[in-house]
């Protein structure tokens, strides 16, 4: 199977890496906190993250939350920027003005580097790094050394893989959460209709959230609109979803188990499939009020305020890293048609 890597392979003007493997190409920049800008199945026309040809560079760094396939650390909320470590307090700016909280952290906006690049058997990879240290501004507010290192790999196979490690370099507890703010493009298909999409998202029970969108603890069962994500009847645009946060569970694709989401577009019978490693252990739904192309089925490893909340670790997901240790998941993207 033909693959390849293009290096310094130029999108929104940005030196990016390209991997190509059978139907596929991904376009990742590191120079951008490694989000993957573009992801797309050329033999069956599905731009699977939210992309614009129309889209400046200036345009995607003034919110690069919401545009293809950005990772998050630390990710959603902290009330009132406090987090509260073990063996440490620190306070965050409060960046998110109108909610009082610190929101979606730093590593998403630092220059990454690529540390390898491969083509052979059938898969294309890239491993590119960011070192969070005392040269950081955000080191005054968070004074802990540590590295994420992110591998992409694409292979006809598998589609997109990406595995994420988070290791700690600081001699204090480091807090473990990981996200993506995983940008569904709306339509899938190029000429599709968004009125024809729906996800499946494999659910338990839902994270109540309060009016500061922060978790009051509580744990509740599925209601009527809750179970349409886990009967697969979710329309994920034009209506407003925002911060629909459940635990997760694993559910089922095409008769075998599956954990993970999958987008359908009824008209086509085309899919987009997100499966995580059992790391991710919630499921957050967003949409930016629900007509701008768009929609997030965000995999969390723990909950909002997770380092914060009062409930036991094995509950909020929360957990923390002494210092040389490392925290390792990944998710993968593959389509159907």
């Known amino acids: 199977m033909n693959c390849s890597v293009e290096e310094g392979f130029l999108c929104k003007g940005v030196e990016c890496v390209r991997l190509n493997a059978g139907r596929y190409f991904a376009v990742i920049s590191p120079l951008t906190g490694s989000s993957v800008l573009r992801f797309y199945d050329t033999e069956n026309s599905i731009e699977v993250f939210r992309y614009s040809e129309n889209c400046s560079l200036k345009q995607y760094d003034q919110a690069r939350e919401i545009w293809g396939l950005p990772t998050l650390y630390l990710p959603n909320r902290f009330d009132g920027g406090l987090l509260k470590t073990s063996d440490g307090e620190y306070h965050l700016p409060i960046n998110e003005k109108a909610l009082g909280n610190f929101i979606h952290g730093w590593a998403h906006k630092r220059a990454h580097k690529v540390e390898s690049t491969s083509a052979e058997n059938g898969r294309a990879s890239v491993v590119t790094s960011y070192t969070f240290g005392s040269?950081?501004?955000m080191y005054k507010h968070f004074p802990l050394d540590f590295k994420l290192t992110y591998t992409f790999e694409?292979?006809?196979?598998e589609g997109l893989k990406q595995t994420i490690r988070l290791e700690n370099l600081s001699d204090k507890k480091l807090p473990v959460s990981l996200c993506t703010h995983t940008c569904i493009n709306a339509p899938i298909v190029t000429g599709g209709r968004q009125n024809g999409l729906r996800l499946t998202v494999p659910i338990g029970e839902k994270c109540e959230l309060d009016e500061r969108c922060l978790p009051?603890?509580?744990?509740?069962?599925?209601?009527?609109?809750d179970m349409r994500y886990?009967?697969?009847?979710?329309?994920?645009?034009l209506h407003i979803i925002s911060n629909d946060m459940y635990t997760a569970e694993t559910g089922e694709l095409d008769g075998r188990e599956f954990y993970g989401v999958t987008v359908r577009d009824r008209y086509s019978g085309k899919r987009i499939c997100n499966e995580v490693s059992k790391e991710?252990?919630?499921?957050?739904?967003?949409?930016?009020q629900g007509g701008k192309g768009y929609f997030c089925p965000e995999p969390m490893?723990?909950?909002?305020?997770?380092?914060?909340?009062?409930?036991?670790?094995d509950v909020s997901?929360?957990?923390?890293?002494s210092?040389?240790?490392?925290?390792?998941?990944?998710?993968?993207?593959?389509t159907l048609a």
């Open 216 to 225: 009051t603890e509580k744990l509740l069962p599925l209601t009527a609109k």
């Open 280 to 288: 991710f252990k919630f499921w957050n739904m967003w949409n930016d």
């Open 154 to 157: 694409l292979s006809e196979e």
């Open 323 to 334: 210092k040389g240790e490392s925290f390792e998941c990944w998710q993968r993207f593959f």
């Open 301 to 313: 490893t723990a909950m909002i305020n997770c380092a914060n909340l009062k409930l036991k670790n």
């Open 135 to 137: 040269d950081d501004e």
């Open 317 to 321: 997901g929360y957990r923390e890293l």
């Open 230 to 237: 886990k009967k697969g009847t979710m329309k994920p645009v």
